[in-house]
């Protein structure tokens, strides 16, 4: 969508007026354009319709229930924090805004960035699947995710051999967003790679694949070009 | 109070209801129409809050934007959920929580007295006001409120930018005039 198109929906948009489709396409393009400006005015305009409903004071039971679900959370946040992660579909996506937050290189990272929340749309991964990479270096390549073992195996296709002073680098990412990482590999002539690593399969959440400097490096220096979500 | 939120202080949790669960009951009640519905759409909202208490600010302004926000978006799903089931229609995916835009600026200077705001929509022009209520209020896309007019859609679109740009030209007028 252009700018002005988008313009035009704005309202629209503002108003939550757009089928899921075009609410989304709204929403990235806004994530990367910072020119439309009305968009701070129209908002306003828009929370002050939610206050010219009349207030209506809901019913006692209400407000124990909601003690109740909340202590509840509480105390499963507390048994188990990775969890916390893993229950949500929102929880999906926040780690993707701390990661690329500590890479510090949001403008760039953004587009690849904006593939990867595509891969976390799909659903969550589940054990056994053949899980496919997306970005804009996948091209076919995949994992095997053998979970029972507790490994990986990366089927790496169609990735541009490097210089000799570059390598890629493997990272694993968990729930808390942080990348670690798992391993450096480079490919042969045609592109091809295969690669095994071991990840604890409760806690990690995605695989991604940067091009790093040679001896690889404490933290991704450049966006993924592969992405693949557990 | 954010601060509790984010040490995961459930009590905290109670003390926002206490001051903002009228107004998104209110809006609840007003868009899904039937008090339990309401009721389960303002649960929701306010443990929204609770899982996502490290995306905000310290700022009172930004609380009530975020409640009314969220509220706004669960009662729209409700609303829109049932009329698909009346409609035998399947159910659409179930929408995954949307990352909800936190206009920090937005909700630090919106109008949030009722009797101003309502007022000020009155002085939309009537076909204006009528898509916005129809859209944010019930919950109807851009395309349905177009059939159900009968007017082209880039109508409909211009009618609902032309409306919030006057009740926002009204809404700030009011405020400089120190209402």
């Not at chain 2, 009172?60 to 975020?66: A, E, K, M, P, V």
Request: one cysteine or more.
């Amino acid at each position: 969508m252009d700018c002005s198109e988008i313009e035009e929906l704005l309202g629209a948009y503002v108003l939550r007026a757009l089928p899921p489709d075009e609410e989304r396409r709204v929403r990235d393009h806004l994530a990367t354009c910072r020119a439309h400006t009305e968009m701070t005015d129209l908002r306003t305009a828009v929370l002050s319709l939610a206050v010219s409903a009349p207030a209506k004071e809901p019913p006692a039971a209400l407000r124990e229930r909601l003690l109740g679900a909340v202590r509840d959370e509480a105390r499963q946040e507390r048994a188990a924090p990775s969890a916390r992660g893993l229950r949500r579909p929102i929880q999906h996506l926040r780690p993707l805004v701390a990661l690329a937050a500590a890479l510090g290189i949001l403008a760039a990272g953004l587009l690849a960035w904006n593939v990867v929340l595509q891969v976390s749309d799909e659903g969550g991964g589940t054990v056994g699947l053949v899980r496919q990479f997306a970005g804009p270096m996948a091209a076919g390549s995949r994992v095997l995710w053998l979970s029972e073992e507790g490994l990986a195996v990366l089927e790496i296709q169609n990735l541009p051999p490097v210089s000799r002073d570059r390598v890629y680098q493997i990272w694993t990412i968990g729930a808390d967003g942080r990348p670690v990482s798992a391993g450096l590999f480079t490919v042969t002539e045609d592109g091809s790679a295969t690669i095994t690593i071991r990840i604890d399969p409760a806690a990690t959440r995605m695989i991604a694949i940067s091009e790093e400097p040679e001896g690889g490096s404490d933290q991704p220096t450049n966006p993924p070009g592969l992405v693949a979500e557990l | 109070m954010i601060a509790r939120l984010r040490q995961r202080d459930p009590e905290a949790l109670t003390l926002v209801f206490d001051r903002l669960g009228r107004r998104a009951f209110g809006l609840a009640y007003q868009i899904v129409g039937h008090g339990a519905e309401a009721e389960d759409v303002v649960q929701e909202t306010f443990l929204t809050l609770w899982r996502q208490a490290d995306r905000l600010d310290p700022d009172r302004g930004h609380l009530t934007g975020f409640i009314l926000t969220v509220a706004h978006r669960k009662a729209l799903d409700a609303v829109r959920a049932r009329r698909r089931r009346e409609a035998h229609q399947t159910p659409l995916d179930p929408e995954m929580d949307a990352l909800d835009a936190i206009d920090v600026e937005a909700s630090a200077i919106a109008v949030l007295d009722g009797n101003i705001v309502r007022q000020a929509l009155q002085q939309i022009p009537e076909d204006q006001r009528r898509v916005i209520e129809m859209a944010y209020f019930q919950g109807y896309t851009h395309h349905e409120i177009a059939a159900q007019l009968r007017l082209p859609i880039g109508t409909v679109k211009s009618r609902m930018r032309l409306g919030l740009s006057k009740l926002r030209d009204t809404l700030n007028e009011r405020r400089r005039n120190g209402l």
